[in-house]
């Protein structure tokens, strides 16, 4: 299959530490794959420098058979890539409504999505017109990823979805996210293992900023040594 | 109920603190005649919005670029003068409007010379040598054909020709519009090819020295919207038309009458400044984000050019600038007793609870102050760019996330901060006079108003603008009738020195009781 993101030995510097030391992968178009790994071992790097946060040094990133990596950050998102960071980034001085709004490319895009992003996460209706301080750490989440869909995007990077939530809104984002791979491709970084096996077809493992192994999920649920060696899962 | 407790209960030291002031506003107030406190409060309004129109553009700069910029005061300064050649002198206005045009034209095809410059393809040597040996060669021919360009101009170091002299005949009536200077043995069509090639080669440069020349660069294409052209065509044949008619235009704009001249004056003060801000961003701060002690330098260091670039042009002595003619007037119905009385007059003063008022520097300027208010408080909740400006001051990197392209927002706050500025400084030139450190007060207050404040908090700039401008009006007045306290056998009356003083001290207190001002957000 076709894939729509390709990384090649990708080295990212954060000032002079060497963070990315050759990451190399590509996703499937249309299907979730899981960014694992330890704390630290360079996932949320990776994200955001496919997004361009973090312009790579040297390597090449492709989206949709296009090099992006010398690419300003805004137009490769412009190109359609949705961001939902590990720590949400909700903008608390901006209401729910214009939380999604701000992610408009085109004007009246929240007008054509909203009724998806509501049916999808029916709370942000009741709380539109509330500051973005006044939401609970789900609340957060569910706005941080109906941001991320407002404006058209073909690829999804997730951060840490689960962080920090309780386990029923745990088992909400997950219903939320697989309705949400039926239209785009997700790239989907999470610590906990058990959520990511839930959600993903395939898997990339990162450690100390290089990719080192990825395969279909479900062969690694039965790979214990992997499963212990890279992610510390007994 | 509940949230009102907990409304109470969150901001009880900011509450506290609100109540103090309110309570010694009122000590203040019942201390004098009713005459004197109201007098003293619209003063401290005027004080205040002029404070306001400087912290709040300052504010907003701070608050999403993290720039402290020390040329605010400058650049405030800067637009009094700007504002004073046209309201005084438009015929230099229209004078140096030609050569601004065609230079401005040169800059709009920016994207054409990137274009160009990316295709030049030589040595290494080369590619590094030319753009500094075009910029030379550009500098040394614009310096000619400028030189050559006749600007009706005044002479400081001439009595009757100075700008005190000008400012006073205006005040008078009687406008004295020199004769124009002539293009003289130079011949005007290789004077104006001078300018426009000097500027073409200069913005060609410029972009030359910016392009990085890389190998593996992918092949640009020329994007260069029709809006260009239409500007780069509009501005040079708009440059050319104002040389030809100049005669008939001064005659048409010196006619208009100050007050209409005063409103010009307005428009372009606030024009150069949104332009200076744009350009200093642009050139100036932009390469420097990541080396904040550099922007420090930076602002500073033009603060310095800029005083003494102006104390070059226009002398070093202070000189008055009159208020237009409306605001102007002492006929028999003056002091008028009614808003309406006195714009049917022109009364300069207007009776208002038994004291006169001057309605230029009382009512206007406060005015003004709570227009500007409104409008950016507008601007930031109602329009997108304020949306984007909201979210950019919590997180940058999220906006640009998102697909906006907030360098481009960073260059409009930038420029909107110092066009308010420069608004504040032509409004202030009749009321306060102009000297080349006029700002240095100014960024001096402002700063304070948004120490207490808090320092990236719109209403909180207003606020503290409020507070510097009411507590030096009281100062100021108390200074004259005095205070009576207790265990003295006089009054106490505060010496001018404690004017400034009392605000500092006013800032000092605040922060102690509330680190992060008045509306500051906690870190």
């Known amino acids: 299959m076709e894939p729509i993101l390709e990384l090649r030995n990708i080295q990212t510097f954060i000032g002079q530490y060497h963070i990315l030391q050759g990451v190399e992968f590509s996703i499937p178009k249309g299907r979730i794959t899981a960014l694992l790994g330890r704390n630290g071992a360079g996932k949320t790097t990776t994200l955001k420098t496919i997004l361009g946060l973090t312009p790579p040094r040297t390597g090449e990133v492709i989206f949709e058979g296009k090099p992006i990596h010398e690419m300003r950050s805004y137009d490769i998102a412009a190109l359609g890539i949705g961001f939902v960071p590990e720590q949400r980034s909700i903008f608390r001085d901006l209401s729910v409504e214009e939380n999604l709004l701000i992610a408009e490319r085109k004007r009246g895009d929240l007008k054509k999505k909203q009724d998806m992003i509501f049916d999808l996460f029916p709370d942000l209706k009741r709380l539109i017109h509330l500051p973005g301080t006044h939401l609970s750490g789900g609340q957060q989440q569910m706005l941080a990823i109906a941001r991320a869909l407002v404006a058209d995007n073909r690829l999804l990077l997730i951060d840490e979805p689960s962080e920090g939530l309780a386990p029923v809104i745990i088992d909400q984002m997950i219903l939320a996210i697989r309705k949400l791979s039926v239209e785009s491709t997700i790239l989907l970084v999470e610590q906990n293992f058990i959520v990511a096996s839930q959600l993903a077809e395939d898997y990339v493992i990162i450690e100390e900023g290089r990719s080192l192994k990825s395969g279909k999920i479900a062969d690694l649920v039965n790979d214990k040594q992997t499963l212990q060696r890279f992610l510390g899962v007994a | ?523």
């Open chain 2, 1 to 523: 109920m509940k949230s009102l407790a907990l409304f109470l209960r969150r901001n009880r030291a900011q509450l506290l603190t609100v109540t103090v002031l309110l309570f010694l506003l009122v000590v203040a107030i019942r201390g004098m005649e009713p005459t004197d406190a109201s007098v003293t409060i619209l003063r401290g309004l005027s004080v205040a919005a002029v404070t306001f129109l400087v912290a709040s553009g300052f504010s907003l700069i701070f608050g999403l670029l993290d720039v402290l910029n020390l040329a605010h005061g400058t650049l405030f300064m800067i637009g009094a003068y700007v504002g004073w050649m046209v309201y005084i002198r438009p015929d230099t206005f229209l004078d140096i409007l030609t050569p601004i045009c065609l230079i401005a034209s040169a800059f709009v095809l920016l994207p054409l010379w990137d274009f160009l410059a990316n295709r030049l393809h030589g040595k290494k040597v080369v590619n590094k040598l030319w753009p500094w040996i075009g910029m030379l060669v550009a500098a040394a021919l614009l310096y000619y054909s400028l030189q050559a360009y006749p600007i009706t101009i005044w002479d400081a170091g001439v009595y009757s020709q100075s700008p005190g002299t000008y400012s006073l005949m205006a005040d008078t009536g009687s406008r004295l519009i020199p004769a124009p200077v002539t293009f003289g043995a130079a011949s005007p069509m290789l004077v104006i090819l001078g300018i426009i090639a000097g500027s073409i080669l200069l913005a060609f440069s410029l972009a030359g020295l910016q392009t990085k020349n890389s190998s593996g660069q992918a092949k640009q294409t020329l994007r260069l919207p029709w809006t260009f052209i239409a500007g780069f065509t509009a501005l040079l044949v708009g440059g050319i038309l104002i040389l030809l008619f100049n005669t008939p235009l001064t005659t048409l704009i010196v006619g208009l009458g100050s007050n209409w001249l005063f409103f010009l004056a307005i428009l372009v003060a606030f024009g150069t400044g949104f332009f200076l801000g744009s350009f200093i961003e642009s050139t100036l701060i932009r390469p420097l984000y990541s080396r904040p002690i550099y922007q420090l330098m930076i602002t500073l260091g033009l603060s310095a050019v800029g005083i003494e670039l102006v104390r070059a042009i226009w002398g070093r002595s202070e000189f008055t600038m009159p208020k237009p003619e409306i605001f102007n007037g002492a006929g028999e119905n003056c002091p008028a007793t009614s808003i309406l009385g006195a714009l049917r007059d022109h009364c300069s003063t207007i009776f208002f609870m038994d004291s006169r008022i001057r309605i230029y520097n009382e009512v206007l300027i406060p005015v003004v102050g709570v227009l500007v208010l409104i409008g950016i408080w507008l601007l930031l909740k109602k329009t997108r760019i304020g949306m984007v400006i909201r979210a950019g001051v919590q997180d940058r990197e999220m906006v640009e996330a998102l697909g906006i392209n907030v360098r481009k927002v960073f260059t409009f706050v930038f420029a909107l901060g110092v066009a308010l500025a420069s608004l504040g400084g032509i409004l202030a030139g009749p009321s306060m006079g102009l000297s080349a450190s006029m700002g240095d007060s100014m960024i001096l207050n402002a700063l304070i108003a948004l120490a207490i404040g808090g320092l990236t908090s719109y209403p909180g700039a207003a606020a503290g603008s409020l507070l510097v401008g009411l507590l030096q009006q009281f100062i100021i007045k108390y200074g004259q009738i005095g205070i009576t306290l207790p265990f003295l056998s006089e009054p106490f009356m505060p010496s001018p020195p404690l004017v400034p003083a009392s605000t500092v001290l006013l800032m000092v207190i605040i922060l102690l009781v509330l680190p992060n001002g008045l509306f500051g957000r906690k870190e």
